[in-house]
């Protein structure tokens, strides 16, 4: 008996000291954890080094000692740098609902920007100007090494597209001259180097409704910018932006020619396409002074005038006159398919026509206008002589040029012209 009882006063000592030493294993686990858990609290314990830095002290870092990225713009920089670019595609354009350019960004090497314009051409494979072509292999064989530079180098050229780009249509019945072109010529556009083309003249409805919204449809596909025709008055008459050199440039264009009430190329009216029709300049005032007031410079190319005639019609100056009275910074005319006078209209640069420029194969003289801009404001503006001949244009040099400068001097009294074709105003 007492063995058995010494054996369970044995097992009674052993259970107890267990129960203390887990009972002391508790406490101290939990007293560490708390003491832990405070020290971690106070920031006092030291994990370690890393990159010779304390853990610790970074976790002192305060939110007002991080430096602020010195090229992070501010939140008012970046919405106005937003709203800038508001509404421009990958391409630097605004388009309408058909996908028409009506406002490009075009890149300049400088803060100028330089402008050429040109008369009439013609792209229609029936006429003497693509049999040329044709048989010469190359749009580019029709123009001299010097003028193909002009062209290409300006910042933005201009031209009249004197027909339709269409494979339907009828032509207009009792109309001597219509003209029709391949869709796929308007690509020859590009080559030349052109960047707008007015179609406010008396060939863009050559072949019916059709061939006018074919052409729309032609040059819409290919980027082309166009100004004086549309599928409705609103279209027909909107202005064209450009963004160059730091300044916005307007183009806007309009056609007085075929002034009966019913005409063969129709007038676009607020339902049904054609061109924009100015006779009466009522609407063609109002956007040039809409675009005075959007934009730095302001371009008005139209379609008057008398043909084959250096004398002005009677409407011309007048018209000139009320354009530059409602804004117009340089007025280009074209139509007579030849050159007539330039002046200066209440302080604006016209020239009342720039005659042919690849349009037929006769000898005619003709022109570039080449006007550099800095600013919005006019820096010079310069007449460059040229001569269409045998399907050929090129621009002149020696006696040729000096003749033509000549010719120009006497049917322009009021201004000034140099060796050189710099024009005073």
């Known amino acids: 008996m007492r063995k058995r009882k010494s054996r369970g006063k044995q097992k009674r000592r052993k259970s107890t000291g267990t129960v203390f030493v887990i009972a002391l294993a508790v406490t101290l686990l939990v ?32 939110a007002e000692d991080i430096p602020v990225r010195q090229d992070v713009p501010e939140e008012s920089d970046v919405s106005e ?4 670019d508001d509404g421009f595609d990958e391409d630097g354009c605004i388009r309408d609902e058909n996908g028409r350019i009506v406002e490009k960004k075009q890149g300049t090497d400088s803060e100028e920007a330089v402008l050429l314009f040109a008369g009439d051409i013609l792209l229609d494979d029936g006429y003497a100007m693509m049999g040329a072509m044709r048989k010469r292999g190359d749009i580019r064989a029709c123009f001299s090494e010097e003028t193909l530079q002009e062209m290409k180098a300006a910042d933005i050229f201009m031209l009249n597209n004197e027909f339709t780009y269409t494979n339907r249509g009828e032509p207009t019945p009792e109309k001597q001259f219509t003209f029709r072109a391949k869709p796929e010529n308007a690509a020859l556009l590009r080559e030349l180097g052109v960047d707008i083309v007015s179609l406010a003249n008396n060939h863009a409805y050559d072949y019916g409704e059709i061939s006018l919204l074919d052409s729309l449809e032609t040059l819409e596909g290919i980027d082309m910018p166009y100004v004086g025709a549309g599928r409705n008055l609103e279209e027909a008459s909107r202005t064209v932006y450009f963004h160059a050199g730091n300044q916005k440039i307007a183009y806007i264009s309009g056609t007085q020619i075929e002034r009966q009430d019913n005409p063969d190329t129709k007038g676009a009216t607020e339902s049904a396409p054609g061109v ?27 379609h008057w005038g008398t043909e084959k005639t250096d004398e002005l019609d009677w409407a011309q100056p007048d018209t000139a006159k009320a354009l530059a009275e409602a804004g117009a910074d340089l007025i280009i005319g074209d139509h007579p398919h030849v050159l ?27 022109c570039l206008v080449k006007v550099t801009l800095k600013d919005g404001a006019m820096q010079s503006f310069q007449f460059l002589p040229a001569r269409q001949s045998d399907c050929y244009t090129k621009l002149l040099y020696g006696a040729e040029k000096e003749a033509v400068l000549q010719y120009m001097r006497g049917i322009s009294p009021t201004v000034g012209i140099d060796g050189e074709g710099y024009v005073t105003f």
């Open 31 to 62: 007293g560490g954890g708390c003491l832990f858990l405070y020290m971690i609290s106070n920031k006092q314990i030291d994990f370690g080094k890393e990159n010779g830095e304390r853990a610790s002290e970074i976790t002192r870092i305060e």
């Open 81 to 84: 740098e937003a709203e800038a």
């Open 276 to 302: 924009f029709r100015c006779f009466k300049p009522t609407k063609i005032l109002e956007r040039v002074e809409e675009a005075k007031g959007n934009s730095d410079f302001v371009v008005v190319y139209i």
């Open 340 to 366: 007539q006078p330039l002046a200066n209209v209440n302080d604006t640069p016209v020239i009342y026509s720039v005659g042919n420029y690849w349009f037929n194969s006769s000898t005619l003289d003709t």
